[in-house]
């Protein structure tokens, strides 16, 4: 049983960066931080192996986000630069069963099986 809590969520300007952080409690190979705006579909956002395997990032992302683990705090950030309107949205922590996540080129909800409660973003022009 993995228990995650996320942090560091707010309002910004366009242009501007957030960190956010996911403090989890037990052992997880892969974790990746998702996003759900208001009536959209929840939608990958990035992942990341704890030991083995490789960053993704959504192109959307890709080149402003920044996913990292601290493995002696067994902390998951996300460093977010140069917010835009679009990234607004409630930003989940999630952990996978296994490895396999950390391994795919996609990001599926439904590999994992771990969520925070989620922290929202919210970025005005």
């Known amino acids: 049983q993995v228990h995650l809590v996320e942090s560091g969520g707010g309002s910004v300007q366009a242009g501007g960066s957030l960190r956010l952080s996911c403090v989890a409690s037990g052992s997880t190979d892969c974790m990746g931080w998702f996003r759900q705006a208001p009536g959209k579909q929840r939608e990958g956002v990035a992942r990341?192996?704890?030991?083995?395997?490789?960053?993704l990032y959504d192109e959307s992302v890709e080149g402003r986000f920044t996913i990292s683990h601290d493995s002696a705090k067994n902390t998951l950030y996300l460093q977010m630069n140069r917010l835009k309107p679009e990234d607004t949205a409630l930003y989940y922590c999630?952990?996978?069963?296994?490895?396999?996540?950390?391994?795919?080129?996609?990001?599926?909800?439904?590999?994992?099986?771990?969520w925070g409660q989620g922290t929202q973003v919210t970025v005005s022009t």
């Open positions: 990341v192996g704890i030991r083995q395997g490789y960053p």
């Open positions: 999630a952990a996978a069963a296994g490895t396999d996540a950390c391994f795919r080129w996609d990001l599926l909800v439904s590999d994992y099986i771990y």
